[in-house]
């Protein structure tokens, strides 16, 4: 049976907090609540120094239980246990990080264990040099959907043409990684097809998992309860049957001239992805230029921060790569054991 961690990733209100809790239904497999750590974790790795230190390993694993930003207070796992079994365990980064969620997914006494957070879909590299034997499952909505869903959250403070722009990259990061990524590694699926067959479309996701079916997977209402903080009111559909009421809602949501920017800057994207056009007419020439900055200027700062870490692999404190699976302890050419778990002090 596998024990590969498995990330969900897409543009952020394309569904993955319901495919997070499908997950988390299965009985080999926990998915928390997102987490704040992997990324900040990774792009500070120096702060801690050569993991292969047990002071620095405690150091470090003493900011991911403590520091309010990283929401391990999520997991509801034992802080103490978990610096434990971060000084005990392998001294790389993926292991320190990878240790918080073998520890959640045993509160379930489950071997296999996910997270999700739509913006991992573009940071992908950096997630294999942490997990080498990651999956990914990068779930698609379309992308008019995502935008007027977007635009109606409380923590979103951007403009259209910065949601237009965050979907155009999420599916051009999915393409890259279509065509680089092992058959075993990266898996597409439309939100639409998923609401509208959760069974069937379920059934060929958990075979590239390498998992049986569990017919659990399909209403994930109980699993809300576990993995979705009850503050986050705009999850609040994953408490209910898995719905298609919102499938192609954008047309009474966004503006005319938002379908139209929509349907000329992504239009390509879209019907490549399977989602029909309406031969809205061509936007302002004032909105086109304005969405043409907006993606320009994210792309510069992505590149700008993909050259920083360049630098930064030459020089690396310690060993990123997780020790803690079959499979990363294989590629790394080292035996693979599970530490022992103590129970906390009353």
């Not at 969405?291 to 992505?302: G, P």
């Not at 692999?313 to 302890?329: I, Y």
Request: hydrophobic share 35%.
């Amino acid at each position: 049976m596998s024990d590969r961690p498995v990330f969900v990733i897409g543009c952020p209100r394309s569904g993955t907090t319901m495919l997070q809790l499908m997950l988390h239904s299965h009985p080999r497999m926990a998915v928390p609540p997102e987490t704040r750590f992997l990324v900040p974790a990774y792009y500070r790795r120096r702060t801690w120094g050569d993991l292969r230190v047990t002071q620095r390993r405690r150091a470090f694993a003493q900011w991911i239980a403590t520091e309010r930003s990283t929401k391990f207070r999520e997991l509801k796992i034992d802080k103490d246990e978990f610096i434990r079994q971060c000084v005990e365990g392998p001294g790389s980064l993926g292991s320190v990080l990878g240790t918080a969620f073998r520890m959640y997914a045993d509160r379930f006494d489950k071997p296999r264990w996910g997270d999700k957070r739509p913006s991992y879909v573009k940071q992908v590299d950096l997630l294999l040099r942490l997990f080498p034997d990651a999956q990914f499952i990068h779930l698609i909505r379309d992308g008019r959907d995502c935008v007027s869903s977007l635009k109606e959250m409380p923590w979103y403070n951007l403009d259209s043409f910065h949601a237009v722009s965050t979907w155009a990259e999420a599916i051009d990061a999915g393409g890259r990684l279509r065509r680089t990524l092992p058959e075993d590694t990266y898996y597409e699926l439309r939100y639409e097809d998923l609401t509208d067959d959760p069974a069937t479309e379920l059934k060929k996701l958990c075979h590239f998992l390498e998992e049986d079916f569990a017919p659990s997977m399909v209403s994930p209402r109980e699993a809300a309860q576990v993995a979705v903080p009850q503050h986050k009111v705009w999850h609040s559909n994953t408490h209910s049957d898995v719905l298609r009421s919102r499938v192609g809602s954008w047309a009474n949501r966004l503006e005319d001239w938002e379908i139209s920017l929509c349907e000329h800057m992504l239009g390509d994207r879209l019907e490549s992805m399977g989602y029909e056009l309406t031969g809205a007419p061509k936007p302002s020439k004032e909105h086109v230029i304005a969405c043409q900055k907006t993606m320009q200027k994210r792309k510069a700062s992505r590149m700008r921060k993909a050259m920083r870490d360049r630098l930064n692999r030459l020089r690396e404190p310690s060993p990123v790569a997780a020790l803690l699976t079959s499979g990363q302890c294989a590629l790394a050419g080292v035996p693979h054991h599970r530490p022992e778990v103590t129970e906390p002090a009353v």
